[in-house]
């Protein structure tokens, strides 16, 4: 199993800052990957971030907008860069540590990081 | 693209009534998965399914996988107040026939009970 700390847990900001959100597993983990969630709404994956390279980002995000790193096993960070308030939403921080067959094994989850952008 | 559609998206039921939440996917799945999030807090795996047909037990939940691997339901028996959340199903991200472990999840249903 593993635990995953996120932090900040909530924040307000303001239109056209940037803002770094960090995730710390507690044991070394194989993937890590971010999400977005609306409220009330579905997950939707932003990237994979990948340990030592760059993160691989999903259709419709961009490095400039969201950079990731990974320098670690153990950790990575999310940056939310020049916020409007359609960034407002809940971004979570999520790792799986099966070593096995890729796409299987349980994903374990961050508290989660609720932005609210003004 | 591939796409995990669920329904319903809300469900009403009273304390004691079932309770059943339906994914269907687009494409054939190597996998499914379940989770539960709890109102305010983060997704919680509750199961996979592997084979065609499968059908898994946790108390009160029944978990089915398809056997063309392409939809699963999750039913809950005489639900209770801490049924309540919402219920995601999730499958591997198909892209050039490798997931590279990734989930995409489907909209979710969003259970409320009334005691």
């Known amino acids: 199993s593993a635990v995953i700390s996120q932090k900040p847990s909530r924040d307000i900001c303001q239109r056209g800052t940037s803002l770094t959100i960090q995730c710390q597993v507690d044991s070394q983990v194989t993937m890590m990957f971010w999400y977005r969630q609306q409220p009330g709404q579905s997950l939707t994956l932003i990237a994979t971030a990948n340990q030592g390279s760059e993160a691989t980002y999903e259709s419709g995000f961009v490095i400039d907008k969201f950079p990731i790193s990974r320098p670690n096993l153990t950790f990575s960070t999310l940056t939310v860069s020049n916020m409007s308030p359609e960034d407002s939403s809940i971004y979570l921080c999520?790792?799986?540590?099966?070593?096995?067959?890729?796409?299987?094994?349980?994903?374990?989850f961050g508290e989660g990081s609720r932005l609210t952008v003004l | 693209g591939q796409q995990v559609m669920q329904i319903p998206q809300y469900q009403h039921v009273q304390e004691g009534e079932d309770f059943t939440t339906y994914c269907n996917s687009s494409?054939?799945?190597?996998?499914i998965q379940w989770y539960k999030q709890r109102p305010g807090g983060h997704p919680v795996f509750l199961i996979q399914?592997?084979?065609?047909?499968e059908v898994k037990k946790q108390k009160r939940l029944t978990f089915q996988f398809g056997e063309a691997k392409k939809n699963s339901s999750l039913h809950i028996t005489a639900t209770q107040t801490t049924d309540v959340g919402t219920y995601f199903c999730?499958?591997?991200?198909?892209?050039?026939?490798?997931?590279?472990?990734?989930?995409?999840f489907g909209q979710g249903t969003i259970l409320t009970v009334h005691p």
């Open positions: 999730a499958g591997p991200v198909n892209a050039g026939g490798t997931s590279y472990g990734k989930l995409t």
């Open positions: 999520s790792a799986r540590t099966s070593g096995g067959v890729p796409g299987t094994g349980e994903l374990f």
């Open positions: 399914l592997v084979k065609s047909g």
């Open positions: 494409t054939t799945l190597s996998n």
